[in-house]
């Protein structure tokens, strides 16, 4: 029987609530996501809803794995089976295969990154700069996200600019259908407008959704609004936690009025609050709940801490990153000579990518283990992104985009010339590019060397598809490499030995991904396939999270730490600009940022440092930095500043010089 003694009475509630629909409100730390899990065990071992009948969405593929495991750990084990947990995205893509045909998809349909669909406009705009790609993009996702089709956004155009987008739009959609290709918006769009035409489908999924669980429900858009209600429909089996205050995703349509709609739009609405926050001490949440304290609000909530006043929050001026990331450190292996424990224990967390980079290197200096979690993909360097492609074309051959982008990598003097000729021919024909390669008539459109240089590729792509077919997806992917002297391929365009070790060495990387891949029991198929149309879902760095990984220093941008949780937090970069962002300092814009500085101030549990620099550079000229208004803003008492030459900084410099003798040591030890 599941136990309900390890929650208080207001969580015990909403676990225990059923029948009408619930929403937890609740500040950080509070237990909202432990209320999620024991709900979800709760429903399996006491009211005896199949596992395969629960699913529950959260924000990350990280935060889902974490959710999964303590779900079943609760349930013990077998009676968890077929229990859903994941993101949004990737209960789309669930709904869109099992209703392929039906959205008008040939199955082993390509799911396109933003490179790709970046790639994609750039063509249908032929060459237009960066600024129109990006807008398009964005005004193609704006779209989609409200469930306007390319039709209605041109009858609503008002201006000749707006009109253009539009046809753009149509022009985009018809050619991801020609490629049977969908884009990210579409893992939503498309599984809302199937619920909404087919009443079949709908029926099948308001079955399996026995009870929905979401979690950040707060970041959800209209899109993922829609779709949960939908498979919630006319039945009660909803529970939602969030938090108004840690809504970070305005810019992907993110609304905190959501949690307004839910009364709006289930009048039965059951609401309940938690107050006690569990994980920081007095002090920590004295400072997130006066920072946040200076937010317009929407509902009122209270937080309060039994854990005591803990240490103070400190403040670090630096001269510059360099010396902020060298302050850190310094700090860092200070308060792990005092406690003796793991590196995972220890979080440093920015607002942008690139700060991590000073960071790591001074981590890495000492020797000390870490993580970066996000930043530049692994999943966008070329040598990915070409073997990708050539596997996509191998489940999918009618994806264009991935035949463009390898036709002619590694060198096969398939020129843009040639390319253009096969495209148009193929465009007429209404075939995809591979196809029309082996079409008679294309061969009146070519010089007879061209024409069997194109043959000749697609030859070879259809025997490797015939091994796609019959190998195990590691085979196969051994096999292209071998085929294409890929080795050779990229020690002959790397700038230097090095360079081509690095690209090397991550497709040894991407080969293991591969081959955990076809061997891992959860995810659904083994096939090729099935790992392509995960891959566009999952990071690559988040897969590969080993024990080893996981005992390192953890660097994180603030987005990427929502939900969790470390003893010992630093925040770099608490300057104007950065936080908040340069494109943020007003209105609703500077709202976002003081809620983004909220979260990142709930993650520590005891210890919270915050630094800034006082110079840094910037477009090539070192320009100077003032502190972050959030540290104006946080209450007083709660702080201690710490200027190079006070008492308490010399303190520090004494008992840091321990530490560095310290680690010195352990270092020197085999
Ligand atoms: P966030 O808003 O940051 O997502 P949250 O509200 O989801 O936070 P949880 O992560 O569920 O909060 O819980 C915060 C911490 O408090 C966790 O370590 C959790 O195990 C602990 N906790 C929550 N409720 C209780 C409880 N009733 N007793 C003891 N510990 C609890
Ligand atoms: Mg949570």
Redesign the pocket.
Known sequence: MVSLA???PQ?AEAVRHLGTPLLVL?G???????VITHKIAWLVGACGLPARRILAVTFTNKAAREMRQRAAALCHGAQARGLTVCTFHALGLQILRHGAREAGLRPGFSILDTQDVLHLIRELIQGGDAVDTDSLRAAISAWKDAGVDPDRALREAEDEQAAHAARLYARYERQLRACNAVDFDDLIALPVRLLHEQPALLEHWQQRSGHLLVDEYQDTNAAQYTLMRLLVGVGHGLTVVG?DD?SVYAWRGARPENLRHLQRDFPGLKVIKLEQN??STGRILAAANGLIARNTHLFEKRLWSALGPGDPIRVLPCKSPEHEAERIVSDLLRLRLRYADDWGNYAVLYRSNHQSRPLEQALREHGIPCRVSGGTSFFSHSEVKDLLAYLRLLTNPEDDAAFLRVVNVPRRHIGPGTVERLAAYAGERGVPLLQACGEFGLRERLPADAHRRLTRFAEWVEEARHRAHAEPPQAVFRYLLAELDYEDWLRDTSTSPAQAERRIARVGELAAWIGRMAGDEQTEGKDLEAIIGHLALVDLLDRNEDERARDAVQLMTLHAAK?L?FPHVWIAGMEEEILPHHANREGTGLEEERRLAYVGI?RAQRHLTLSYCTSRPRAGETVDCTPSRFLRELPAESIEWHEPGSPAAQARVRETGRAHLSNLRSLLQP
Not at 28 to 34: D, F, L, V
């Open positions: 390890e929650l208080n969580q609740a950080a730390g509070s237990g909202k996501t432990r938090d840690q569990y994980r939900g949780e709930t």
